[in-house]
């Protein structure tokens, strides 16, 4: 259902959107039940204007129609499952043809801790609680990719700085264990990746959020 749900806005331009929907519609209803998750839904049910093509609108329409099919229909056993980081920029039929509209806030301090420990399971590292409560303290709210991202690079810091060293020739039998390995991921490590990973979401954005979730939605 993935699949389809990702096809249909390159799919409906040469098929006939009632086909196509009801077609697949169709199959879910038969068969067991169903989640269909689709990722930055805004991308398809963006506010609906007068400068869009009329393909866009009917794909729009169609949805519109079998998503209220769905509901109706008991025996179906749908869950319709989407994310978006823009939800103001959905049209606000789409809006009211959702149940819930959950805001999944930014990790806390709590959050980001784990989210740390987690990226640096497979590493050594060498560092107290009290390390990772200053870290994530220090470390500013962001997407969970970026976070991951830092995580990566205070992982690769030991091995950077392994490469610079000066190459000498020799075999890979000459070298003790310890001189081949990277050390221990450390706390000064995390620092240097810190610097390199700047918040990518501003307050405003976040007083944005808060504004659509006040009006429209619930906090998760």
Not at 8 to 22: C, N, P
Not at 46 to 62: A, F, G, P, V, W
Not at 90 to 102: G, N, S, Y
Request: aromatic share 8%.
């Amino acid at each position: 259902m993935w699949d389809r749900a990702l096809g249909y806005s390159r799919k409906a331009s040469g098929t006939g959107q009632a086909l196509l929907f009801t077609t697949s519609c169709h199959r879910i209803a038969i068969n067991l039940s169903k989640v269909i998750f689709i990722d930055e839904i805004d991308s398809l049910c963006r506010l609906r204007n007068s400068l869009e093509n009329d393909s866009t609108r009917r794909i729009k329409t169609e949805l519109l129609i079998q998503m209220e099919a769905a509901e109706r229909y008991d025996k179906a056993n749908i869950f319709l499952l989407c994310a978006t980081n823009c939800p103001w920029e959905l049209d606000k039929a789409f809006l009211c043809r959702f149940q819930k509209r959950i805001y999944i806030p930014l990790p806390n301090k709590a959050c980001r801790i784990q989210m740390m420990k987690l990226s640096c399971r497979e590493n050594t590292v060498n560092l107290k609680e009290s390390d990772w409560q200053r870290l994530a303290h220090q470390r500013p709210a962001k997407c969970f990719m970026l976070e991951k991202d830092s995580s990566v690079d205070d992982n690769w810091t030991p091995v950077d700085r392994r490469n610079k060293s000066l190459g000498i020739k020799a075999v890979i039998s000459d070298f003790p264990p310890e001189k081949v390995c990277p050390r221990d991921v450390t706390l000064e490590d995390f620092k240097t990746a810190l610097k390199l990973h700047t918040a990518t979401v501003s307050a405003d954005e976040l007083d944005r959020f808060a504004s659509f979730t006040n009006s429209y939605g619930q906090s998760g």
